[in-house]
C-alpha cells in the first residue's frame, strides 16, 4: 500500500497537482479525540440555587446539591447547574461518548454529606440550558431556562456515599450542533418533595480528585471531495 500511494503521489506532481489537492480528492480517514474536562475554582461553572433563600448567588460553594428538604421547619428545594468550555471541541464533530462523574461531598453539611431517600426516591432529571447563566448571580429566582430534548432520567443512589457516572452523550451533541442554546446541564430531582437528596462535589471544592470530571471522545467528519 505504500509503494501505491508513493507512485500515486509521484505521478500526481508530475500532472502539477500539488499534495493539498490530493488530500482534497482522496478524502482523509477520521481519527477519534478524546479529551477530559475539569475545571476548578476561577475556570469552573458550577452552582445550585435554593427556594429558601430565592435572591442568593451560591456559585462559590464547594458544593453541589440537589435536594427536597425542610430548613428550620420550612419545606425547601435545591436545584444545580454546570456548565463547561464547550470551545475546545470543533464545530461541526460528532460525538461519540461524553460520560459526566459527579463524585459524593461527603463532607457537606448538607444532609449529613450524603444521598438521601427518607421520603422517597432521589432519581434526577438533566437537562440541557438552553439561556445563557452566571454563576456569581445565579439564583433561584432568574435559573436559566432549558428543554427536555434528549433529557437523562438519572436512577436513584445505590448507596449515601457513591459517585454517579452519567451518559450525557446526547446532550453534548445537541450543545456542539446548537451552540447558542448550549450552556450545560441542569439537575433537579424527580419529585421534589422533601427529605431525599444528592450531594455532590463542585468545582471549588479543596479536593480536586472529587471535583466534576467530563470525558468526551469525538470525531471530526472526514474531508469530502471538493
Not at 503521489?9 to 477530559?36: E, Y
Not at 459527579?102 to 426516591?121: A, C, E, F, I, V
Amino acid at each position: 500500500p505504500r509503494l501505491a500511494c508513493t507512485l500515486l503521489l509521484k505521478n500526481i506532481c508530475m500532472r502539477k497537482i500539488c499534495v493539498f489537492d490530493f488530500l482534497t480528492i482522496f478524502p482523509l480517514l477520521s481519527s477519534t479525540q478524546t479529551i477530559v474536562l475539569r475545571p476548578y475554582g476561577t475556570t469552573g461553572k458550577d452552582a445550585f440555587v435554593w427556594d429558601y433563600q430565592p435572591n442568593i448567588s451560591y456559585g462559590t460553594f464547594s458544593e453541589f446539591s440537589i435536594y427536597g428538604w425542610t430548613y428550620i421547619g420550612n419545606p425547601t428545594k435545591r436545584r444545580a447547574y454546570i456548565d463547561f468550555d464547550w470551545s475546545v471541541i470543533p464545530a461541526g464533530a460528532t460525538i461519540q461518548s461524553a460520560i459526566l462523574t459527579l463524585y459524593n461531598d461527603s463532607l457537606s453539611q448538607s444532609t449529613s454529606g450524603q444521598h438521601q431517600q427518607l421520603s422517597g426516591s432521589n432519581e434526577m432529571y438533566m437537562e440541557r440550558i438552553i439561556t445563557p447563566w452566571n454563576e456569581l448571580t445565579i439564583n433561584w429566582n432568574n435559573q436559566p431556562s432549558v428543554t427536555a430534548t434528549n433529557q437523562v432520567s438519572i436512577p436513584a443512589s445505590t448507596g449515601p456515599f457513591v459517585d454517579y457516572t452519567i451518559d450525557v452523550s446526547a446532550l453534548v451533541q445537541d450543545i456542539i450542533d446548537n451552540p447558542g442554546a448550549g450552556y450545560g446541564f441542569a439537575l433537579r430531582l424527580q419529585n421534589e418533595a422533601y427529605y431525599r437528596s444528592v450531594i455532590f462535589a463542585g468545582s471549588n471544592h479543596a479536593d480536586s480528585t472529587i471535583r466534576p470530571r467530563l470525558e468526551i471522545s469525538y470525531t471530526i467528519s472526514a474531508k469530502g471531495i471538493e
